[in-house]
C-alpha cells in the first residue's frame, strides 16, 4: 500500500511537471492554477491513475524480469555446473537447480514431486543447492548432507533429513548409523572450511538472484519460486528441452 501511495505522488508529481511549459507560456496562469486544474483533472477522470499505476507496474515487471533472466545467464556456471554441487543423474539433458532449507516445510513437500519427476523424466538432471536460511539447526543439517556426500551417500542423508523431525547432533548421528556412514568421519568433515565455505557461497548466489524463501527452482533462464505441482515442473522441464 506504501509502495502504490509513493507511486500515486510519482505520477501526480509528473503531471504537476508536465504542466509546466504551460504556465511558461501563459505567464498570467499561477503555479497554484496549474496544479488546480491537475487536481480537478484527475477528480473527474480518475481512471487515469488506475491507468498509470498499472503501466507503471508492468515495466516494472518487465524490467524486473530482464535483469533476473541477465543475472540466471551471468551466473550459469555457478548454477549448473559447480562441481561442489550435488548431483542427481549427471548425464540428463534438462537441469532442474533446486534452492531448499531442510526445516522448510514447503520444501519437505516438493520430495515426493521431484522424486516422481525424475521416474518419469530420465533425462532429468537435479542440482541441489543447499541454503540453510531458518536457523542453526538448518545450518547443522545442511553441513550433514555435504559431508555425507563425501561418502557417496548425499541422497540417503538428503531424503532422511527431509523426513526427521530431529535436527539436533544426536538425531543427526542416528541417521549417519542408519543409512551406513562413518559417523567419526562424517563429524569431522561437518566442520570442514570447504563445507563452510560452500554454504556460505550458496547463500551469497541465491541473494544476488533476488531467491529469499525456499523453494526455489531455476530451470534454464526462468526462477520459479515456491512449491510447484509436478505437472508444472514438468511443462517446464519439456519448454526447456524443446528450445
Known amino acids: 500500500m506504501r509502495a502504490s501511495l ?34 480537478d483533472y484527475l477528480l473527474r477522470e480518475p481512471e487515469i491513475l488506475v491507468e498509470a499505476l498499472e503501466a507503471l507496474q508492468q515495466r516494472r515487471q518487465i524490467a524486473e524480469a530482464e535483469a533476473q533472466k541477465d543475472a540466471l545467464a551471468a551466473r550459469a556456471g555457478e548454477l549448473f555446473e559447480d562441481p561442489s554441487d550435488p548431483v542427481v543423474n549427471e548425464g540428463g539433458d534438462v537441469t532442474v537447480v533446486e534452492f531448499f532449507d531442510y526445516r ?21 538432471r537435479v542440482v541441489f543447492k543447499e541454503i540453510p536460511i531458518l536457523g542453526e539447526e538448518s545450518r ?6 555435504l559431508a ?15 523426513s526427521t523431525k530431529d535436527f539436533s547432533e544426536a538425531g543427526i548421528e542416528k541417521i549417519a548409523k542408519e543409512i551406513g556412514l562413518d559417523v567419526a568421519r562424517l563429524k ?26 525456499t523453494p526455489s527452482f531455476i530451470i534454464g533462464e526462468t526462477l520459479i519460486p515456491g512449491a510447484v505441482p509436478v505437472a508444472r515442473l514438468a511443462q517446464l522441464v519439456e519448454a526447456q528441452r524443446a528450445k
Do not use: F, W
Not at 140 to 145: D, E, G, I, P, V
Not at 148 to 162: I, S, V
Open 140 to 145: 547443522l543439517a545442511s553441513r550433514a548432507a
Open 188 to 213: 569431522k568433515d561437518m566442520g570442514s572450511e570447504e563445507i563452510s565455505r560452500k554454504i556460505e557461497e550458496n547463500l551469497a548466489l541465491a541473494s544476488e538472484l533476488g531467491i529469499n524463501g
Open 6 to 39: 509513493a507511486a500515486v505522488g510519482g505520477i501526480v508529481l509528473g503531471l504537476t511537471s508536465l504542466a509546466a511549459p504551460l504556465q511558461a507560456e501563459q505567464a498570467s496562469l499561477p503555479r497554484e492554477e496549474v496544479e488546480r486544474i491537475v487536481r
Open 148 to 162: 555425507a556426500a563425501r561418502q557417496d551417500k548425499y541422497m540417503a542423508m538428503h531424503e532422511a533429513l527431509m
Open 104 to 124: 522448510c516445510p514447503y520444501c519437505r513437500n516438493m520430495v515426493p514431486e521431484l522424486v516422481e519427476l525424475l521416474d518419469e523424466d530420465r533425462g532429468l
